[in-house]
């Protein structure tokens, strides 16, 4: 449920940094709260006697552009001249209704919006209320999410975006190797893509791709006896990638291991020696010459 | 020889099996006076009296076509029409679903409707834009144009035939076959490493793909091979391949995988060539972020098995990292493994056991705009003859960003290792008898001082020059001091490489790169490597 509130926070502000973007229409004029950069305890309207009222208790996690958003993922809009008071008192207070603050949100039914804020520092139960609200809280958004957030539903017109894959590789990564990036879109050819190196353990390359393209890929070192392994020493699943609906998008992976450097792998030893008597140490592979290689074990013994 | 002759059969065999999923019958084909193909939106465009035959009867027949194949659907455009054995529909456009069998119909007389692929009733229907959506692709990036293709869903299409408008170098080619599955399973090769390898897709199904490699392998020279594929799901494959069929030395391999659960992992592999035939078993279990791994091997007569277990990495002060690997196994031989010793027979199965410590920092800032990267690694491996040998290495790595476009990679690494026999260290590493010569004929009287240990010194300049995402530099140096290390044996001591990416069209790029040795042992230019980029 908090993720899905901060999600509607998020997508609060993206709509309200976007130009042209439709949102809720903003109150008139700055509104007089008593915080902020109005005057503490400004004039605030009572309730109108009369009135029929209802409540809605919760911890918020933030008032703006009119609106008050509770944990719960509930918004409600705010009257204009928005009274603020101490929960326990009833009286004016200085507490401000921030994030992490509790509040009893009074509604007057009649216009659905909040007429008053009972502010406390302390956790309050749980409205008991629920259903007399629920027909006032802010469910018909109209704001249109930002492009980056659409990566589906919506045909991509494929334009050309630039795509940066940086990877971390294993601080074992020979100095002198290339690393490449390896697609299911370059028939998984394993030195497709040669990346850059910038610095001891980061590669990176960028890739112009049309928007709505979807591929996998891999990491190597140019062979498929040279791919990237899990931090558990397994063959993990290949990388998925959907290129969205933007200008440019960086994107990180880490290599935790290469296939190569198993333990049960030849490892650069003595039998790795150039030495006259040795000519071909590093390929490793059974020859006329030498039909019984012993890659694991040193030689000569 | 028969080992060698009977795993070659089996791969054949193999290769031969796949064929038959490789046939397996296509979803739909297109025809039309012009098709281009989108690699990078997996798209068709049909263009001019489109005719869509589907696998299950239907024919749609339109001005205009797009295939998606990413999503599997089809859009014909334009009087457009489909139709099967009895019935027949007639609209402005018309989407046909391949996935969900479900066609959608927009009529600008009538609206947008919805029905089923048998075509008996179409109900109206909000329109699905997503369904009508006809892409205005930039032909500058056509991948192939073509007349026909025959596709195989979610797996590849066959284009008959294919010219490559963006790619100076591709000759049209009668057919063509392009995979584009995400299954990685398709992405393991058995075959071995090549300056270049361009694949060519001959059969295909949905689990399935026989390819020609045209390659150029290093002693060898111009040669093809021949690899299969068979995927199934995510966990599993078979590769198996043959290298160099047409002449002498030609070598067969074939590699198994199968990802049992989360935890478990297995890999059989087995490879033929120049008479020698051998395989290896290897099982990799994961706890964590720990692992263990049995593998065993065995080539001609000879045999290893180890099991071996690592640590995660460990966090140290200062963010470095360290990871701990034991391991132990044995290499045994019939005549004894080592042959040096008058009563080798008695040494048949030599068993070891060993100790790794790997170290590493992590990316640190230093003056000057700087990064510095250190490792080190120290292992020993005893034996249960007296033997052990040691090693260490250790390798710094300055970087540093000298504009946007330009980075500079100084690294210096060290490797020391030591083979000890104690009290017999002599019969092991004897005085040569006669004095070394170097492929140019210069004498070497100073490999005598070699008794085992080794070192190797190597500082690495590495200078990345990237101006625009399409074209990119690398320009190497190595200045490498070993031991022992002479005129043609071991590592050149200088070497500078020079690697070029470019991509003259929006589809196509190229990456060539060659090495000058300094005349070391009469060599001075390493061959081209080649590559053509997607």
């Known amino acids: 449920m908090r993720t899905f509130s901060i999600a509607i926070l998020v997508f609060a502000l993206l709509a309200s940094a976007l130009p042209g973007a439709a949102q809720p229409t903003p109150p008139p004029k700055a509104m007089p709260y008593p915080w902020g950069t109005s005057a503490p305890n400004a004039p605030a309207s009572a309730p109108v006697p009369g009135a029929r009222l209802a409540t809605f208790t919760g911890q918020l996690l933030d008032i703006i552009n009119g609106y008050a958003f509770f944990s719960t993922g509930d918004a409600f809009k705010i009257m204009p001249a928005v009274r603020v008071v101490d929960y326990y008192s009833g009286a004016a207070t200085t507490v401000a209704p921030t994030t992490k603050t509790y509040a009893k949100a009074t509604l007057d039914e009649a216009t659905g919006q909040i007429i008053e804020l009972a502010i406390t520092k302390n956790p309050l139960p749980t409205s008991k209320s629920y259903a007399d609200v629920k027909q006032y809280v802010v469910v018909k958004s109209t704001m249109v999410p930002a492009p980056e957030f659409v990566t589906t539903g919506r045909a991509p017109t494929g334009r050309s975006v630039a795509v940066t894959f940086n990877v971390e590789v294993p601080t074992s990564t020979p100095l002198t190797d290339s690393v490449y990036m390896s697609t299911d879109a370059s028939g998984w050819v394993p030195n497709a893509m040669r990346m850059d190196r910038i610095d001891a353990r980061h590669y990176r390359l960028t890739h112009f791709y049309a928007s709505g393209t979807k591929f996998s890929y891999r990491y190597t070192r140019g062979t498929w006896t040279q791919v990237e392994r899990g931090a558990d020493g397994l063959e993990p699943a290949a990388h998925a990638f959907f290129v969205p609906e933007v200008d440019g998008i960086s994107h990180a992976d880490t290599v935790s291991f290469w296939s190569d450097q198993n333990p049960s792998q030849p490892q650069v030893g003595p039998n790795s020696i150039p030495t006259p008597f040795n000519p071909n140490p590093f390929a490793c592979l059974p020859t006329k010459a030498n039909p019984r290689p012993l890659c694991s074990s040193p030689a000569p013994h | ?534």
């Open chain 2, 1 to 534: 020889m028969r080992r060698d002759a009977a795993l070659i059969i089996a791969v054949a065999a193999m290769l031969a099996l796949s064929s038959a999923p490789a046939v397996a019958k296509p979803a739909f084909e297109i025809r039309a006076a012009s098709l281009a193909f989108f690699a990078n939106v997996l798209g068709i465009i049909a263009r001019t009296d489109a005719t869509v035959t589907t696998a299950d009867g239907l024919i749609l027949t339109g001005k205009a076509a797009f295939v998606d194949l990413q999503h599997n659907r089809i859009l014909v455009t334009g009087a457009a029409e489909i139709k099967n054995t009895t019935r027949s529909v007639r609209a402005d456009a018309i989407a046909y679903d391949l996935d969900a069998h479900t066609v959608d119909v927009l009529d600008a007389a009538v609206g947008a409707r919805r029905g089923a692929a048998n075509l008996l009733s179409f109900t109206s229907a909000p329109i699905d834009s997503d369904r009508f959506d006809f892409p205005d692709l930039d032909d500058r990036r056509m991948y192939i144009r073509s007349r026909r293709a025959i596709v195989t869903p979610h797996a590849n299409a066959r284009f008959v035939p294919a010219i490559f408008p963006t790619s100076p170098g591709a000759l049209p080619v009668p057919s063509y076959m392009y995979t584009y599955s995400s299954n990685a399973g398709f992405g393991a090769s058995a075959l071995g490493g090549a300056t270049f390898d361009q694949p060519y897709g001959i059969a295909g199904g949905p689990t399935s793909l026989l390819a020609a490699h045209f390659r150029y392998e290093d002693g060898i020279g111009p040669t093809v091979a021949l690899d299969d594929h068979l995927v199934y799901g995510d966990r599993a494959y078979i590769v198996s391949s043959i290298d160099s069929p047409f002449r002498s030395n030609r070598a067969a391999q074939l590699t198994a995988y199968q990802s049992m659960g989360p935890r478990f992992s297995q890999t059989f592999s087995a490879s033929a060539s120049d008479g020698i035939a051998g395989g290896s078993y290897d099982l990799t279990a994961a706890f964590g972020k720990a692992s263990a791994e049995f593998d065993f091997s065995r080539f001609g007569a000879s045999s290893t098995l180890d099991l071996s277990a690592r640590t995660p990495d460990m966090r140290l002060p200062y963010g470095a990292s360290a990871r701990l690997r034991a391991d132990i196994g044995f290499d045994a031989l019939p005549d004894g493994v080592i042959t040096v010793l008058p009563d080798h027979n008695n040494y048949a199965t030599v068993w070891r056991h060993g100790l790794d410590l790997f170290v590493s920092t992590p990316v640190v800032k230093m003056p000057f705009g700087t990064q510095l990267g250190v490792t080190a690694d120290a292992s020993r491996t005893w034996y249960d003859f007296p033997h052990h040998r040691d090693a260490l290495t250790g390798s710094a790595t300055f970087s540093k960003r000298l504009s946007k476009a330009l980075t500079a990679i100084a690294s210096y690494s060290a490797a020391f290792s030591y083979d000890i026999y104690p009290g017999t260290q002599a019969l092991f590493y004897p005085p040569p008898q006669i004095t070394i010569i170097a492929p140019d004929g210069t004498p070497w009287p100073g490999f005598a001082a070699f008794t085992g240990a080794s070192m190797t010194r190597g500082y690495t300049l590495d200078t990345f020059y990237a101006p625009s995402p399409n074209t990119s530099l690398r320009a190497t140096a190595v200045y490498a001091t070993d031991f022992p290390q002479f005129h043609g044996f071991g590592r050149p001591p200088l070497e500078l490489r020079l690697d070029a990416r470019f991509r003259p069209l929006p589809n196509v790029g190229f990456d060539v790169g060659r090495g000058y040795d300094f005349d070391w042992a009469g060599r001075r230019f390493t061959q081209w490597t080649f590559s053509v980029l997607p």
